[in-house]
């Protein structure tokens, strides 16, 4: 009898987080208006609204929520890596937080020099962009026939999640991935983080 397997996949790791999101919330809006140098990187490259990204790399020492947040991440980061079958914990390599404005999107990106990457949703208004993965195999498919809507969502070559506030999602870095545009009214606040 003939049976198909699935071989090479791309694990999505999905957690809902019990942290004081408002509490975090300020922390975001708060250093999108005090960070200047995050400030002039966003206008610089046509980014709307505000990243720490570039500019902050102390967020857990500046900031307390940041600070109690990362115990957290690297809970779960090493939950994981252990689905994952990994030998190694995953260490926190960076972390940042962004503010999207409505009509803000993020083009399809890796996370080159990181092993793990993911994030934390901190509000997300009616409308906010979701975030999109990309089948990695997708360059390598040249002629392969379009899949049918209906097929099964690992067989899709994007896959679209909506998260909640509190959600938290963590991904292999080789993993392109994009946010959909803002159609929000209100701006979409989360943290995003690199692990080594």
Same mark, same amino acid.
């Given at each position: 009898?003939?049976?198909? %397997?699935?071989? !090479?996949?791309?694990? $999505?790791? /999905?957690?809902?987080?019990?942290?004081?999101? &408002?509490?975090?919330? %300020?922390?975001?809006?708060?250093? &999108?208006?005090?960070?200047?140098?995050?400030?002039? +990187?966003? /206008?610089?490259?046509?980014?709307?609204?505000?990243?720490?990204?570039?500019?902050? #790399?102390?967020?857990?020492?500046?900031?307390?929520?940041?600070?109690? @947040?990362?115990? @957290?991440?690297?809970?779960?980061?090493?939950?994981?890596?252990? /689905?994952?079958?990994? #030998? =190694?914990?995953?260490?926190l390599d960076h972390i940042w937080v962004n503010?999207? #404005?409505?009509? &803000?999107?993020?083009?399809?990106?890796?996370?080159? =020099?990181?092993?793990?990457?993911?994030?934390?949703?901190?509000?997300?208004? *009616?409308?906010?962009?979701?975030?999109? !993965? *990309?089948?990695?195999?997708?360059?390598?498919?040249?002629? &392969?026939?379009?899949? *049918?809507?209906?097929?099964?969502?690992? $067989?899709?070559? =994007?896959?679209?999640?909506?998260?909640?506030?509190?959600?938290?999602?963590? +991904?292999?870095? !080789?993993?392109?991935?994009?946010? $959909?545009?803002?159609?929000? /009214?209100?701006? %979409?606040?989360?943290?995003?983080?690199?692990f080594a």
């Amino acid at each position: 009898m003939s049976k198909s %397997r699935l071989l !090479f996949a791309s694990p $999505l790791y /999905e957690a809902p987080l019990k942290v004081d999101l &408002a509490d975090l919330a %300020r922390t975001v809006r708060t250093l &999108a208006e005090d960070d200047e140098a995050g400030q002039r +990187w966003a /206008e610089e490259k046509d980014y709307w609204g505000y990243t720490s990204y570039a500019s902050l #790399d102390d967020l857990p020492t500046r900031d307390p929520a940041i600070g109690d @947040l990362v115990p @957290l991440l690297e809970e779960h980061a090493r939950a994981f890596a252990k /689905e994952l079958g990994w #030998d =190694h914990e995953p260490k926190l390599d960076h972390i940042w937080v962004n503010l999207m #404005d409505p009509g &803000a999107h993020h083009s399809a990106h890796i996370h080159p =020099h990181s092993v793990l990457s993911g994030t934390l949703y901190v509000d997300v208004p *009616e409308g906010a962009g979701a975030i999109r !993965f *990309e089948d990695p195999r997708l360059p390598m498919m040249m002629v &392969a026939p379009l899949r *049918e809507e209906s097929a099964p969502e690992h $067989l899709q070559p =994007h896959v679209t999640i909506r998260p909640a506030a509190g959600t938290l999602l963590l +991904w292999e870095s !080789f993993l392109r991935h994009e946010v $959909l545009p803002n159609l929000g /009214e209100t701006e %979409r606040l989360s943290i995003s983080f690199n692990f080594a």
